[in-house]
Every structure is written in C-alpha cells, then in structure tokens.
C-alpha cells in the first residue's frame, strides 16, 4: 500500500508495525467495521417499521388481525433467539429458491423431498457460477432481513406496552372531542407513547448491539471472521509473520464493543431527558418542579 | 439398519456425554432420531444453565454488595465486572475466553502452578497443547457463570437499592444494626425485589447456553449441546421445519420448568405480605447478551 512497505520482511520496529496495521487485509477488517454499523443503521429503523405495524395489529379490533399481532409477539418468548436466527435464513433462503424454482425449473416438483431440500440448479440463489461478492451481499441481505424480522418482534412487545401505557383519560377526552379513531390514534397516542417506549427500545439497541457479531454465524465476513483470521499465527510463508494474536484481536472487539454501548447509554439518557418534559410522568414532573 | 424409535433411545439418549452408540446417523434420518440426539444434546444445556447459576449466585450477591460498597476499593472493582461483562457480547467473551485459556499454560509459572494443583490433567493435555481448561465443559461454564454473575449482580443491585426507606429506619428502632440488619432485613428484601428479574435472567441465561459450541470452544467428539445436534441435522437434510422447532420445543419445557422453580421460590420470599402486593413475576425478553 505505501512505498515504504514494499518489502515488509526487511523493516522493523514502528515502521513494521504502521506497515502491519495498514496491509490490504487490514483495511479489510476496518471496512468490517463499516459493516458492522450498516447493519444497525438498516436494522433499527427496519426493527423500529415492524415492530411498530406488529403492535398496531395487536391492538386493532379485528380478531384475525389481532391473533397475527400477538402470536409475532409472543413467538420470541421461551425460544432462544438464536435459534429463530439459524432457522430464518435457511428458511428465507429455501422459500426464495422455492418460488424462484416455480419460474424456472420445469416440472416443478415439491422440493422438500422426504427429509431433504432439491430445487434444480438454475434455482439457487444466489448462481453457483456468481461471483464472491453476491453471495457475501445476499447473505448480509438475509441477514438484515432476519435480524429485522427477530428484533421486530421484541420492538413490538416494547411498542404494545407503552401504548397501554399512555393514560386512557386522555383518548377518551379526545374522543369526547370528536376526534375519530384514527386521529386519536396520530394525534395523542403515538406522540406520547414514545416516552413510556424509551427505556424499553434504549435496552433493545443495546442488546441490537450486541447481537451484531451473530453474522459470523450467518456466513457474513464480520468483525469476528477478520479477527480470526488475521491474529491466527503466520508462518515465515507469509509477509508479516506473527505468533498467535487471537486473543489481542479479540480483545480489540471487545473495546469496541464496550466504548459503543456505554457511548449508546450517554445518548439515551439524554435523549430521555428530552422526551419527558412536558409529560405526565415522574421524570416529567421532577422537571416541572426543577424548573418552578 | 432401521431401529424402532425405542432401540434409538436407546442408543442415542446419552450420545452427548459419551454414553452409548458412537457412530451417529448419516442417512435416512428419521424424527425419532433427531428428537433424541437433540434432547441429548440438552443435557450438556442443563449442565452450563444449571451450574453458571447456581454459582453465580453467590458471586452476584457478593458483586451486588461490593456496588454498594462506600469504599471506592470495593466499588470500583464490582463497577468495571459488571460493566465489562454486561456491555459486551457474550460471544465475543466466549472467543475471548477461549484464546486467553489455550494461551494461559504458554505464561511462564503458571505451567507450573497448574501442574502442582492440577497434575493429571495438565500432564496429558501438555502434549496436545490444549489443556482441560479449554475444553467447553470448563473454559464455557466459567464465561457463563461470569456472565450471570454481572447481570443477576445488576438486578440484585437495583434491588437493594429500592428498599424502602421505611423498612430499614424500622429496622432501627428495633436495635436492629449492622450485620444483624443485614441478615434479617435488607437481604431477604433485595432477594424478594429482585426476583421476578432474576427469574428471567435464569431463563436467558439458559438461553445463552445455546452459543457455547457456535463460539470457539470445539465440541470434542461431537459431544455437543441440543443446538449443536439440530445444526448437523439441519445441514444434513437441509431442511430446517424440524430440528430447530424440536430445539424450541425442548426450550419452551425448560422455561415453564425454571418459572415454576422460581416461581415456588418467589412464593416464598413473599409469603408474608397480603396477596395484593406480592412481587410477581413477568416474562419479559430479554434475549441475546
């Protein structure tokens, strides 16, 4: 990368060193990172959209609609999370292929053949022939949709909660008002549920956090895949050969991961801070009062 | 070849602790098979959840204390556990773990330390260059039980914190003071606020079992943990609409068991209070730590 390094087994000390931590696989792991953060950047507000429809469809008054609303809810409790994590891709993964053999393959056969899945190889997604970068994009994609899928579930036991929790007085005053249904709904109901969801969707964040480096097991080359890689111990056979820095990689991650959440905690206390002025809540209160 | 479903109980009920038929199944599998091995592998799942807690709760009681401690020397220490431990994934810890642990015998001294009070062990696993305490059943349960510690010392922390004021100027006019308080009144009253918490991270931390094998530590022999088993069988019939529900069923009994373990406990701690204001005990998720 720099001209310096061209030769990396005649340089020592710091030069060594900066030369190391700037190889192309190096950068590799720092855009890892980048990753990393993308798929928290698509999954939260990802999360947040189905959570949110989930709880509404909890609380509507049509049964059927009601049942799907709570059965999304309640289907991550008692089940550990990783499993719905190891079951959705592979499923996703199958029902794309299955539709997309629909389409392509003639005959069409049932593909869950016995205890076994076929489709015919124009099927598969993504082509066996594609290149590496299309299976490393599509299996971040089932990724985000999975992890969408998951954390909605939880958001939307957040959502449903705080909106049992915004005082009923209020809707009823606001129908006595006139308000229809669904101004209610927009008007009172979702501007003040937010603040009784606050600490509930913070806790959520975090544990979005730290649930990030479950892509490795979902075949995504992640923060973890890097470190492994690149502190496993070299041999003289390659450019810049080392013992076995696994751990030292490892405990990078586990710094990152550290300075993140606390960093989160900060934001959220301030941001709750903010929300609960003007509100009928103790916070709220204890600020009324601060202020007078 | 094809055995009734009671001949593969049989054989396979203990497979996960090396108990029975080695050799498992590699072709037409059937639903008897993978409900066995699977609930075989959540033997070794009873073992992290049912250990890492019952240790962890005194560490988490102790850690709890020192929080509270006024002594910074105290405090500060029990800070950082429980910040490390709860800000950071447990599968990062787990990694972790394991490369500290293979790395710790290659520390001048301690090779020899763990000779004298470990020497069986250690001597045969020099060889092999990985020793005993890098395999899951040791290296994973220390992490989990760690793991439970800082987050049960949370809520126990929280829970002490939330005594009523009342309670203990009660206690004082009673000539109730120092350890005697403690014992009689502010313990019990942290067990009892904390418990319907504590009872959920019992649950996840059950939960949290099923990444010990997915997370550095190797299952030797294909010795491994119910989701290990629904993993082979999933790649070997590609076809996940069986084994992962058969894990999820098997986790559903396991979380009414712990509820109505806790529970019995919970009744317990409020046994003196009128019904209305018992501390009951909510399922909340609480998931991946």
């Known amino acids: 990368m720099f001209a310096a390094c061209a030769d990396p087994k005649s340089i020592e000390g710091l030069t060594w060193g900066f030369c190391y931590l700037t190889s192309g696989k190096h950068v590799d792991f720092y855009w890892s990172f980048v990753v990393v953060l993308a798929l928290l950047a698509i999954t939260a507000p990802a999360a947040l959209g189905m959570g949110f429809m989930g709880a509404t469809a909890a609380r509507s008054h049509i049964a059927p609609i009601s049942w799907l609303g709570k059965i999304y809810i309640w289907m991550v409790r008692g089940i550990p999370d990783i499993i719905f994590f190891l079951f959705f891709v592979i499923a996703l993964d199958q029902g794309l292929e299955y539709l997309k053999s629909l389409a392509v393959c003639d005959g069409g056969a049932w593909p869950w053949q016995g205890l076994e899945f076929r489709v015919c190889q124009e099927a598969k997604v993504p082509l066996g022939a594609s290149s590496s970068g299309w299976h490393q994009a599509y299996g971040f994609g089932l990724a985000v949709v999975t992890f969408a899928i998951v954390f909605g579930a939880f958001v939307a036991n957040v959502i449903y909660g705080a909106m049992q929790a915004v005082p009923h007085a209020q809707l009823e005053t606001a129908e006595a008002y006139g308000m229809s249904r669904a101004q209610v709904f927009r008007r009172i109901l979702v501007p003040q549920m937010w603040v009784y969801a606050l600490p509930g969707l913070g806790n959520l964040w975090m544990i979005l956090i730290k649930a990030t480096p479950l892509l490795f097991l979902l075949g995504v080359k992640d923060i973890v895949y890097y470190a492994r890689e690149l502190g496993g111990s070299k041999t003289q056979a390659y450019e810049y050969p080392h013992g076995d820095w696994r751990l030292w990689y490892f405990l990078g991650l586990l710094v990152f991961y550290l300075v993140f959440t606390s960093l989160s905690e900060r934001v959220f206390a301030r941001l709750s801070r903010r929300l609960s002025k003007g509100q009928a809540t103790s916070g709220g209160e204890a600020m009324r009062k601060a202020a007078a | 070849m094809s055995m009734t479903c009671w001949e593969t109980v049989q054989a396979y009920a203990f497979r996960s602790i090396g108990i029975g038929e080695n050799l498992l199944p590699k072709s ?7 409900f066995t091995l699977i609930g075989s592998g959540m033997i070794w799942n009873l073992y992290f959840g049912v250990l890492a807690l019952t240790f962890g709760f005194f560490l988490a009681n102790a850690v709890a204390l020192a929080k509270n401690a006024r002594n910074p020397l105290v405090r500060k220490p029990a800070e950082w556990f429980v910040f490390v431990f709860r800000g950071s994934p447990l599968f990062i810890q787990f990694f972790l ?7 710790l015998p290659k520390f001048p001294g301690i090779e020899a330390t763990l000779v004298a009070v470990f020497p069986v062990e250690v001597i045969i696993s020099i060889d092999i260059g990985s020793g005993w305490q890098t395999r899951a059943w040791a290296g994973a349960l220390l992490v989990l039980f760690l793991n439970t510690s ?17 309670d203990l100027e009660a206690a004082e006019a009673y000539g109730l003071t120092g350890w005697k308080r403690f014992i009689r009144i502010e313990w019990p009253t942290m067990l009892r606020l904390g418990w319907p918490g504590y009872t959920n991270e019992a649950i996840f931390l ?6 010990v094998y997915f997370s550095g530590f190797p299952a030797f022999s ?29 986790f559903i009994c396991l979380t009414l068991l712990v509820t109505t373990i806790y529970g019995a406990v919970n009744k317990r701690l409020n046994r003196h209070l009128p019904s209305n204001q018992r501390q009951k005990i909510r399922l909340r998720p609480n998931l991946i730590r």
């Open chain 2, 222 to 250: 294909q010795k491994g943990d119910a989701l290990y088993y629904a993993n082979y069988f999933a790649d070997k019939t590609f076809n996940p609409f069986v084994p992962y529900p058969i894990v999820g069923f098997y």
């Open chain 2, 28 to 34: 037409d599998f059937t639903l008897c098979q993978q």
């Open chain 2, 206 to 211: 059950f939960h949290a079992t099923t990444l």
């Open chain 2, 150 to 166: 800082a987050y049960a010392a949370e809520i126990f922390h929280g829970a002490l914190k939330s005594i009523p004021k009342g």
């Open chain 2, 97 to 103: 773990a394991y490369e500290a642990l293979i790395l």
